[in-house]
């Protein structure tokens, strides 16, 4: 039995910093440049496996030097790899990000051996079941249906932002998007009424608006250094489902996990911003 299982995607995140974002047409010359592991799913399951998760991936790689690279951080993090698959046609999957000397981020995915990514026939028992949208969303749907029927507590982080269908959205316990994300979804209401039972926007700097109930709170983030935003969502994402797979209620699980996000911003690159419950604990006071 697994707390967490990650359903998802598996990056070589290509990393450039520059003074300020480019316009459209223009270029500029960048500060640094680096290679991170990184894609949703790894960063996801990797950050619920430092918080103390028992963790399992479920993703593709292509047959290359990055592909071995992904693998090997994933073996190191002590993540099940059983279903980290390797894709013969598709290199593996690259993210070409840039980061402003504000912290800020934008980014453009190539899917790669991602879109190789399939349903499992049968999911292994697991507590809690996470999942994103950088893998094609048939499959998608089936393993939220697979955990669905296997009573797991089945999360959806709706990124990269799309339209998604009320078959897919209701069998989510629990949605979280950021606030454009939300937007595109047609606004937390929306999520509601597709069969959604909480809802959890994430704001970076403002904190997090939590929906349940027919009641919404908001929860502002701690005061933190930016250096990158690249890694905050997916640790906000798995920490969250690492806690809940654990055993906390769902608020100690969103302060834990917006404590986990903070600590994020500060350290450039996804995978290695993401932190482990010691610093996590430390940082919560």
Not at 65 to 92: I, M, Y
Not at 192 to 208: C, F, K, L, P, S
Not at 216 to 232: C, K, P, S, W, Y
Request: charged content about 15%; hydrophobic content about 45%; aromatic content about 4%.
């Amino acid at each position: 039995m697994f707390d967490v299982t990650v359903f998802g995607s598996a990056n070589l995140d290509l990393v450039v910093t520059v003074e300020r974002h480019p316009l459209p047409g223009e270029t500029l010359l960048g500060d640094s440049y680096d290679e991170f592991p990184g894609g949703k799913g790894l960063n996801q399951v990797v950050a619920a496996a430092r918080a103390g998760a028992s963790t399992s991936l479920h993703s593709a790689v292509g047959d290359d030097a990055a592909g071995d690279r992904l693998r090997s951080l994933v073996l190191d993090e002590k993540v099940d790899d059983a279903h980290l698959l390797t894709s013969a046609g598709q290199p593996t999957g690259r993210a070409a990000i840039v980061v402003s000397a504000s912290g800020e981020n934008s980014i453009v995915v190539v899917p790669g051996a991602n879109a190789d990514v399939v349903a499992p026939g049968a999911l292994p028992p697991c507590r809690v079941l996470l999942t994103q949208l950088e893998v094609p969303l048939f499959a998608v749907q089936a393993t939220l249906a697979l955990a669905r029927s296997a009573g797991t507590l089945t999360l959806l982080n709706p990124a990269p932002a799309q339209l998604l269908d009320d078959s897919l959205l209701s069998l989510c316990d629990i949605v979280i998007p950021n606030e454009h994300e939300v937007e595109l979804l047609g606004g937390i209401d929306a999520l509601h009424a597709a069969g959604v039972g909480i809802v959890i926007v994430t704001r970076g700097a403002e904190g997090v608006t939590i929906s349940r109930d027919g009641a919404i709170e908001h929860r502002r983030a701690l005061a933190v250094d930016v250096v990158d935003t690249t890694g905050a969502g997916d640790a906000f994402c798995g920490n969250l489902a690492a806690r809940l797979s654990m055993g906390d209620g769902l608020s100690d699980a969103i302060d834990w996990a917006t404590a986990a996000g903070g600590l994020a911003v500060t350290v450039a690159g996804a995978v290695p911003s993401l932190p482990y419950a010691t610093q996590t604990t430390q940082f919560i006071g």
